[in-house]
């Protein structure tokens, strides 16, 4: 698969020797050599993946430099000569795919870059199941209050309630928990 990668790199002998370990695998390379702006230019040229290399981070650059690389987006590599305990943490906390001490080496950046990518698709998934499972827990919580309402309006139990749901869903076409949330706040307004 051919990848559009983006190198933040600001020595250009160093990206160059990335960037012809990359060129023979078919991706497309583009490198950055400031920091500046680097969010706008980032989100401009939407790559695949992010590589950063920093020989001496310090926590305010690699926070500002993780977050302008969009590590909820694609996958972002860190490359770095030195860190320390908290420095790794924080970049795992900000989303960084891959952090990985003792410099940028081309021989390495592929199996990096596999690596990283693989742990941003599994992260993804797990978020949007995360999600998905979030949005099935509100429903649930909106259909048993509308239950509630309408056991305590009209003397039904739970059973009829939520029959009852279900039949003025499929009457409109719509899903239940669209129908319980119209109930909840309809009767929101009337109370």
């Given at each position: 698969?051919?990848?559009?990668?983006?190198?933040?790199?600001?020595?250009?002998?160093?990206?160059?020797?990335?960037?012809?370990?990359?060129?023979?695998?078919?991706?497309?390379?583009?490198?950055?050599?400031?920091?500046?702006?680097?969010?706008?230019?980032?989100?401009?040229?939407?790559?695949?993946?992010?590589?950063?290399?920093?020989?001496?981070?310090?926590?305010?650059?690699?926070?500002?430099?993780?977050?302008?690389?969009?590590?909820?987006?694609?996958?972002?590599?860190?490359?770095?000569?030195?860190?320390?305990?908290?420095l790794t943490l924080?970049?795992?906390?900000?989303?960084?795919?891959?952090?990985?001490?003792?410099?940028?080496?081309?021989?390495?950046?592929?199996?990096?870059?596999?690596?990283?990518?693989?742990?941003?698709?599994?992260?993804?998934?797990?978020?949007?199941?995360?999600?998905?499972?979030?949005?099935a827990l509100e429903?649930?919580?909106?259909?048993?209050?509308?239950?509630?309402?309408?056991?305590?309006?009209?003397?039904?139990?739970?059973?009829?309630?939520?029959?009852?749901?279900?039949?003025?869903?499929?009457?409109?076409?719509?899903?239940?928990?669209?129908?319980?949330?119209?109930?909840?706040?309809?009767?929101?307004?009337?109370?």
């Amino acid at each position: 698969m051919k990848l559009h990668i983006v190198i933040v790199e600001p020595d250009v002998t160093r990206a160059r020797l990335v960037i012809d370990s990359l060129q023979p695998l078919g991706h497309q390379v583009t490198v950055i050599s400031e920091a500046s702006g680097l969010a706008r230019r980032v989100c401009d040229i939407a790559p695949d993946i992010v590589l950063i290399d920093m020989s001496n981070p310090s926590r305010d650059i690699l926070e500002e430099m993780a977050l302008a690389s969009g590590p909820m987006e694609r996958p972002v590599a860190f490359f770095v000569d030195r860190t320390d305990r908290d420095l790794t943490l924080q970049a795992i906390e900000a989303g960084v795919s891959a952090y990985v001490v003792d410099g940028l080496q081309p021989e390495r950046v592929a199996t990096v870059m596999d690596a990283a990518i693989a742990r941003f698709q599994m992260f993804r998934r797990m978020r949007t199941e995360l999600e998905t499972t979030r949005r099935a827990l509100e429903e649930r919580k909106l259909i048993d209050r509308a239950k509630g309402i309408l056991m305590k309006a009209r003397g039904l139990n739970e059973e009829e309630a939520y029959a009852l749901l279900r039949k003025a869903a499929m009457d409109q076409g719509r899903k239940v928990a669209e129908v319980a949330s119209a109930l909840v706040t309809a009767a929101g307004l009337l109370s």
